[in-house]
C-alpha cells in the first residue's frame, strides 16, 4: 500500500523508500525496516500536507509538529457483538415441529453444554430421539437413593442398549444424614414431600446444571394439567441457573410438551427401545420408591405420585417454574374428578350419580369425626398397589340404583 502526499515539490512517500525527485535528492539514507529516513532536508509536514487515506479516528491536528502518519492513526475499539435469541418466539416457531426437529435444534445449538434429564420413566424417548439426529449427547440422572429395584435396572439396560453413561448425580450425604436423623425415613408422609424433595433432588439437579447452558427434559402438557399445560417446547428457565450464573442463564428444552402420552407409547413401540418394567405393572409416572404407586385405567398419571396430600401442584421441585403463585399451595377439595388451575374439573367421575362423592383424606377424617350423622355413609377404600384391589371388578353403580 502507498501513501502519496502530493507537493510542489513532488514529494513522495511510500511504503519502501522516502524519495525526493529534485536533482539534489541523491543523498543516501539508511534502511530500517521497508522505510528509509529522511535527512533533515527531505522532513515532510504531514501537519501542513493533505493525506490522500483520511486517517480513522485521527487525533486532532497540531501545529508545527512532525507527526508521523502512523501515529495518528487509532485502531477502533472492536466490542464483541454478542446475539440474544429471543426463546419467546423460538418457542412459536417451533410449535409445530416434530420432536425429532426440536431435539436436533437443540443439540445443534449448545452441543457439548446441553444435557438430557432422565428419570427412568417413558422419557427414554428423548434419548432415542437424540440417537436419531446422529450429534452427540449426554445424559444424566438423579440418583435419590429411593429409586425402585427395576428403575436401576433399567438404567443399566438403557447404557447397554445406546452405548452410553449416565451421569448420575447423587445428594449431599451430609443432608441426607441430618434429615433422615431429625425426621426418619418416611417423614414426607407426615408433613409432606416437598422438604425430601429438596434435598434428595432439587439440589443435586441444582449442581448439575451449574455446568451447562441448557437441559432437555420430558415434560408434557398433558402429564399434569394443573402445572404442565402451558409448557413451551424451548424457555429460558426460571428457576434455575446455567454456566454463566444469574437467573436467565440457562435455556430448558421440552421436545415432547405438545406430544400426547400415548403417542409417546406408540413411538417408543414402534422401535423397540428398553422400557422400565414397571410400566407393566401399572406405573405410569415414576418417582421413588415410596411416592409412586400403580394407578388405574382411565385414572391420571400424577395421581400415582404423592397420593396422600390432594395436591394438584403435583411437582417435587425440578420443575417449579411451572407453579402459579395461586396454586402452589392449593388442594384439590372433595369435589368430584381432578381440578385444574382455574378450578374447573378436567375428568368427570366414572360415576354418574349425585349420592356418590368422591373424597380426599381430609374429607374422610372429617367424616369420621362426624357424630351427628343423619344418614348412613358407606366409604369404599381402594389401594391401587393391592394385589386384590386390583382385581376388584368395577361395579356400575348406576344399575344397582
Excluded at 226 to 232: I, K, L, Q, W
Excluded at 303 to 322: F, I, P, Q, T, V
Excluded at 372 to 389: G, M, N
Amino acid at each position: 500500500m502507498a501513501f502519496a502526499v502530493p507537493s510542489s515539490s513532488s514529494t513522495a512517500i511510500s511504503g519502501s523508500s522516502f524519495a525526493r525527485s529534485s536533482a539534489s535528492s541523491d543523498l543516501k539514507v539508511p534502511q530500517i525496516g521497508s522505510f528509509r529516513l529522511a535527512d533533515r532536508h527531505a522532513t515532510v509536514n504531514l501537519s501542513q500536507k493533505r493525506c490522500a487515506v483520511k486517517p480513522v479516528n485521527a487525533e486532532p491536528k497540531r501545529n508545527e509538529s512532525i507527526v508521523p502518519l502512523a501515529a495518528t492513526i487509532v485502531a477502533p475499539e472492536v466490542s464483541e457483538k454478542v446475539e440474544v435469541e429471543d426463546y419467546e418466539q423460538l418457542a412459536k416457531d417451533l410449535d409445530n415441529a416434530s420432536p425429532l426437529e426440536i431435539m436436533d435444534k437443540a443439540l445443534e445449538k449448545f452441543g457439548n453444554d446441553i444435557a438430557i434429564a432422565f428419570s427412568g420413566a417413558e422419557d427414554v424417548a428423548l434419548i432415542e430421539y437424540a440417537k436419531l439426529t446422529g450429534r452427540p449427547f449426554r445424559v444424566f440422572s438423579l440418583d435419590t437413593g429411593r429409586l425402585n429395584p427395576e428403575t436401576y435396572r433399567f438404567f443399566d439396560e438403557v447404557e447397554k442398549h445406546y452405548g452410553i453413561r449416565i451421569e448420575y448425580m447423587f445428594p449431599d450425604a451430609v443432608e441426607v444424614q441430618a434429615l433422615v436423623r431429625s425426621k426418619g425415613l418416611f417423614s414426607f408422609y407426615e408433613d409432606g414431600h416437598q422438604e425430601c424433595c429438596r434435598v434428595r433432588k432439587v439440589r443435586p439437579l441444582r449442581r448439575a446444571l451449574k455446568g451447562l447452558r441448557a437441559w432437555i427434559t420430558g415434560q408434557r402438557k398433558d402429564q399434569s394439567p394443573g402445572t404442565r399445560s402451558e409448557v413451551p417446547v424451548v424457555q429460558v428457565d426460571p428457576v434455575f441457573e446455567g454456566l454463566a450464573g444469574g437467573i436467565g442463564s440457562l435455556v430448558k428444552w421440552n421436545p415432547v410438551a405438545n406430544v400426547d402420552g400415548k403417542d409417546i407409547w406408540n413411538f417408543l413401540r414402534a422401535v423397540n427401545v428398553p422400557v422400565n418394567s414397571l410400566h407393566s405393572q401399572g406405573y405410569v409416572s415414576i418417582g421413588c420408591e415410596p411416592c409412586t404407586r400403580p394407578v388405574l385405567p382411565g385414572q391420571h398419571e400424577r395421581e400415582g405420585r404423592w397420593w396422600w396430600e390432594d395436591s394438584k401442584a403435583k411437582e417435587c421441585g425440578l420443575h417449579k417454574g411451572n407453579l402459579k403463585q395461586d396454586s402452589a399451595a392449593q388442594l384439590n377439595g372433595n369435589g368430584n374428578g381432578a381440578a385444574n388451575s382455574n378450578g374447573t374439573a378436567t375428568q368427570s367421575d366414572i360415576f354418574n350419580s349425585q349420592n356418590l362423592v368422591t373424597l380426599s383424606r381430609t374429607g374422610i377424617e372429617n367424616l369420621a369425626r362426624l357424630e351427628s350423622r343423619k344418614e348412613p355413609w358407606l366409604v369404599v377404600l381402594y389401594a391401587p398397589w393391592c394385589q386384590f384391589c386390583q382385581v376388584t371388578p368395577v361395579l356400575n353403580y348406576a344399575e344397582l340404583g
